[in-house]
């Protein structure tokens, strides 16, 4: 079975320090993974996605991800925090299971950036 | 350009009530779900179509139907409201899996607030 874990329910950083928020993924075949951010009493918005190629993937507000296929791993990153970065941060990975595409999403893990 | 709309935004009910929430997309995407999400649970889908007059169960699907009437609509109906049924409802479109389309990502509205008592 298919499955994405985000082993922290929240992670602490200072501004201006830099911030990993992990994922990990279970899939068969190629992964295809993918990094959603949601701000308070608002939908989920894409920030980054891995399908092929480079295994540090550049998203939107500054955010990269590394893909490790060794470790089966997928985290998200950021040189510098913001404290608008505080949001709750999801990862998913699309799964192909009977002729259709369906996204399994992690448990989500919330950021606070400090001031 | 509105992307994904749900309507209503909140929504208080008693145990034993129905409705029917609406999600509208003008992206002219093929698929569309509906998750909930509820604390610690992360979103969890509860049904979802891969076209217009086509729908499918997805990993929670008990206590809800939908349908798919119209390719940009997708409505989810609450026949018998229980407590359980509180949470975060959301909507989300995609492309469908052929073609250019098939590595972008879903597109979330910003959800429904569903109070059952």
């Known amino acids: 079975a298919q499955s994405v874990a985000q082993p922290e329910d929240q992670v602490n950083v200072a501004e201006g320090n830099p911030l990993t928020v992990k994922c990990t993924y279970s899939?068969?075949?190629?992964?295809?993974l993918f990094w959603y951010v949601q701000y308070p009493n608002r939908g989920l918005q894409f920030l980054l996605k891995y399908i092929t190629g480079d295994n540090l993937v550049k998203g939107s507000y500054g955010f990269e991800a590394e893909f490790n296929k060794s470790q089966t791993s997928f985290h998200l990153k950021k040189p510098s925090a913001l404290v608008s970065d505080s949001a709750l941060y999801f990862c998913?990975?699309?799964?192909?299971?009977?002729?259709?595409?369906?996204?399994?999403f992690g448990t989500g893990t919330r950021l606070k950036v400090l001031a | 350009n509105a992307g994904v709309t749900q309507t209503p935004k909140f929504r208080v009910l008693k145990t034993g009530q129905s409705m029917t929430l609406l999600c509208a997309q003008d992206?002219?995407?093929?698929?569309m779900y509906w998750y909930r999400q509820d604390p610690g649970m992360g979103l969890r889908l509860i049904h979802y179509?891969?076209?217009?007059?086509?729908?499918a169960k997805g990993e929670v699907p008990d206590g809800y139907n939908v349908s798919r009437l119209k390719k940009q609509n997708f409505l989810l109906g609450l026949e018998s409201a229980a407590p359980s049924q509180t949470s975060v409802y959301f909507c989300?479109?995609?492309?469908?899996?052929?073609?250019?389309?098939?590595?972008?990502?879903?597109?979330f509205g910003d959800g429904t607030r569903l109070s059952i008592l």
């Open positions: 989300a479109s995609s492309y469908t899996s052929a073609g250019r389309g098939r590595n972008q990502p879903q597109h």
């Open positions: 179509s891969v076209g217009e007059g086509t729908t």
């Open positions: 992206m002219n995407h093929e698929y």
């Open positions: 998913a990975v699309r799964s192909y299971t009977s002729g259709t595409y369906k996204y399994i």
């Open positions: 899939v068969s075949g190629n992964p295809y």
